[in-house]
């Protein structure tokens, strides 16, 4: 059995996106070690409920890490100081009796805040719609195994689709850049036969639609791949780099 | 046009300039090193050079690309900020294989250009420029033109002033540190990258980076201690900087 701990908490609040926010202090008494942070965060709602104060808003879904829905920067890293993990996946024993706990939403031009600590990362699903999709010409089912993929290759595109789209390499990143997403997004299907029909006009619209949200440029510091829940590798970066340069150059 | 339109190719800019760059230096150290082994010889090589039409092209067009790098530099930084957002973090730890240099970069390049001021102001403005001036029927100094081609003399003399010798040792530094991440990152931004790569990518930079800086600093130490053939050159005056200090 994990120990009980009692800590500090601030957590950052504001009421709206155009609101000035400020960080509140919560303390919290004998939280279970086997607590997720989620789940100790609604803890504390229920208690502010009780209390007749405004329950903190933050973004959750399927609590198992595959949704991409948890977002929090906890004591400066995004998803908290566990690696390859999400937010609500990080448990309560990681900290220790006493801590102060600094939790705030992701800070991103690209990301404003919604309300407390909840983001519009709606900018995902705009670069997303750009060209992040493989279009099929419906007809008769084709046969498995038609298209014969290399081992390496499958794993290589399986490790860059499993981008969940959550968002912490742009919360991470000093310039705001999403470019371990959209490299991620751009990669899984520029390995394969059934994506590479599409790539160089995928690349180009996918590229524009995150200049033109506002994202910024990657400066290769490497703090995305460090704080991605899913591992996600900046060699996928430098793959996007080299499928965009060849379709510019193509032009 | 994408090289300026899109954030790509904006970093295709700033790692094609870098890279020039840097080919650039590994020449400038490989000459630098005559000058510890023969006066006479880096002398030679200060007069093939000199005001000659294709080392005045090579001048424009290595201050076109420090110009390119370095407004490129702020346009870029500018607009990182903006994507940052006005808002910062309260707390924020580094990542443990995030590099110091990397979240740097901006102000070791300034460090890097102030170093260059002064490096033409002690060198090119004797040298080159006088040269150049005299070229265009300007008037220059006759003692002045009889040393244009004297770089191991300005290398001793400015050397074997400790403060220059600091100062350079601190450029150098900077220099380093903008490099070892310049580097790979250069080559990142190229696309021309993967897993297995990129840590030779990084080695690979930094035994360049690191064999340019030092050869670079044999010849501030030489100059300082009077080692090899630049501790045949008798100083005259301390360069002027010195003058009120040492």
Not at chain 1, 56 to 64: L, M, Q
Not at chain 1, 112 to 135: C, E, H, N, W
Not at chain 2, 216 to 245: H, K, N, R, S
């Amino acid at each position: 059995m994990d120990k009980n701990i009692s800590f500090t908490l601030k957590v950052w609040r504001q009421r709206g996106p155009k609101a000035k926010g400020a960080f509140e202090t919560y303390q919290m008494k004998d939280i279970p070690g086997d607590t997720s942070f989620l789940e100790m965060l609604d803890i504390l709602n229920e208690q502010l409920v009780n209390e007749n104060k405004e329950p903190i808003v933050f973004d959750h879904d399927c609590r198992e890490g595959i949704c991409g829905m948890c977002s929090l920067y906890v004591n400066g890293h995004p998803h908290g100081p566990a690696t390859g993990a999400t937010t609500c996946q990080l448990y309560m024993r990681r900290f220790k009796d006493g801590d102060t706990i600094t939790v705030e939403p992701w800070r991103s031009a690209g990301f404003p805040v919604i309300r407390d600590l909840m983001v519009d990362r709606t900018a995902f699903d705009k670069i997303q719609q750009a060209g992040g999709y493989v279009s099929i010409n419906t007809g008769g089912m084709p046969d498995a195994n038609a298209i014969p993929i290399g081992k390496d290759v499958a794993e290589e595109a399986m490790d860059a689709a499993a981008c969940i789209g959550c968002g912490a390499c742009v919360a991470a990143c000093k310039n705001g850049s999403a470019m371990l997403f959209v490299s991620a997004k751009v990669s899984q299907f520029a390995l394969l036969p059934q994506g590479k029909v599409e790539a160089k006009k995928r690349v180009k619209a996918m590229v524009a639609k995150m200049d033109e949200l506002g994202f910024g440029n990657c400066t290769n510091t490497r703090a995305c791949e460090a704080e991605c829940p899913k591992c996600v590798s900046i060699s996928n970066i430098a793959r996007l780099n080299r499928e965009f340069i060849k379709a510019k150059m193509k032009d | 046009m994408w090289l300026f339109n899109s954030s790509v190719g904006r970093k295709v800019v700033m790692s094609v300039s870098g890279i020039a760059l840097v080919l650039f230096l590994l020449f400038h150290m490989s000459m630098n090193l005559v000058a510890i082994f023969s006066t006479e010889g880096y002398n030679m090589i200060c007069e093939f050079l000199g005001a000659n039409w294709y080392a005045l092209v090579g001048t424009a067009g290595l201050a076109a690309l420090v110009v390119v790098h370095f407004v490129y530099a702020f346009m870029l930084t500018i607009q990182n900020r903006k994507a940052r957002g006005s808002q910062r973090y309260a707390v924020v730890e580094k990542p443990k294989n995030v590099s110091w240099a990397s979240q740097n970069m901006l102000v070791l390049g300034i460090i890097v250009i102030l170093g260059l001021g002064l490096h033409l102001f002690n060198f090119w403005a004797n040298m080159q420029l006088p040269e150049v001036l005299h070229k265009l029927g300007m008037h220059v100094e006759d003692a002045v033109m009889a040393d244009v081609a004297n770089g191991s003399g300005y290398i001793a003399k400015t050397f074997t002033c400790p403060v220059y010798a600091a100062l350079y040792t601190v450029w150098l530094a900077a220099l380093w540190f903008h490099l070892t991440h310049g580097f790979w990152s250069a080559i990142q931004t190229l696309g021309v990258n993967n897993k297995v790569w990129f840590c030779r990518w990084k080695a690979i930079g930094n035994v360049i980076v690191t064999l340019i800086i030092l050869g670079f600093f044999a010849v501030v130490v030489a100059g300082y201690f009077g080692l090899g053939a630049l501790g045949t050159i008798e100083v005259a005056a301390p360069a002027a900087c010195c003058a009120p200090c040492c």
